[in-house]
């Protein structure tokens, strides 16, 4: 049955904007996160997003999932900060923040969870257009 | 004489599954609404009637290997959306736009629905006699 598609496809979808929902989670959890070196500190982590190809040489193949190709570490350079008196300071004096950008963040948040809900609904009208359809000619 | 289903159905059931692919369609945009590059699609409900109408041979795939037809949904091409603001990162999918037609495909569908089943009434009560 064809029409089960729509749940392959809308569930792809909600596990993408979940997985951002979790890196969001992770960045803001660990925007103070201080460590005493360049390359041990928390670095912003974003999803890869891609469409699914189900067949690359059918231009009308339009119905694809999300594919999440993989996370990237944000190439910003992290905050340094001069805290001598810290105790996590390297011996310059120096202390490493992450290059967690909590704004971006939360508005990050808020696109996933109105995505999520977009592919939640769509996952709804297509179950209940299926049930429909299960009891036709009766 | 023959109850032919084809006839008495009409378009219907052809209508019926072509909103389903459209839901298909429209429900791969919403996923696909934070994909980088991604290109919003949809079907144009007319030029799928033509080719209904028209009745042209269409061609059917045996096998994995073979190409698509040009023309597979139903004959309809798949066409690209215009968007009204394009966005920086190549994506043409608009939250609001694929809601609005993904609503107007899900009534569409249910009144194809409605006109099967009001078919299927009208047989029952034809077959029964009463």
Redesign the interface.
């Given at each position: 049955m064809s029409s089960l598609n729509i749940f392959d496809i809308a569930g792809s979808g909600m596990n993408a904007q979940n997985l951002r929902l979790n890196l969001v989670a992770s960045n803001i959890s660990n925007a103070n996160s201080v460590s005493s070196s360049l390359d041990q500190v928390y670095r912003s982590r974003q999803p890869v997003f891609a469409a699914e190809l189900q067949n690359i040489m059918d231009k009308n193949d339009a119905a694809s999932g999300v594919d999440v190709l993989g996370v990237v570490e944000s190439q910003a350079p992290p905050i340094m900060e001069y805290a001598p008196q810290h105790p996590m300071a390297d011996e310059l004096g120096y202390i490493y923040k992450p290059n967690v950008n909590t704004v971006e963040e939360m508005a990050n948040m808020m696109s996933a969870s109105r995505a999520y809900e977009n592919n939640v609904e769509v996952l709804n009208t297509a179950k209940n257009l299926i049930l429909q359809t299960l009891k036709m000619g009766q | 004489m023959a109850i032919n289903f084809n006839n008495a159905l009409g378009i219907h059931p052809q209508a019926?599954s072509l909103r389903?692919?459209r839901?298909?369609?429209?429900?791969?945009n919403?996923?696909?609404?934070?994909?980088?590059d991604?290109k919003a699609?949809d079907l144009d409900f007319s030029s799928v009637l033509q080719q209904t109408l028209q009745s042209e041979p269409r061609i059917n795939k045996t096998n994995v290997g073979h190409?698509?037809a040009?023309?597979?949904?139903l004959g309809a091409?798949?066409l690209y959306r215009n968007p009204h603001q394009a966005s920086l990162d190549g994506n043409t999918v608009e939250?609001h736009v694929e809601?609005a037609k993904?609503?107007e495909n899900?009534v569409q569908?249910?009144a194809s629905?409605r006109f099967?089943?009001n078919k299927?009434a009208g047989l029952m009560s034809a077959i029964r006699g009463e």
């Open positions: - | 019926l389903e692919q839901g298909e369609i429209l429900a791969a919403l996923a696909n609404a934070d994909t980088p991604y699609r190409m698509e040009s023309n597979s949904v091409d798949l939250a809601q993904y609503a899900a569908y249910q629905l099967i089943n299927f």
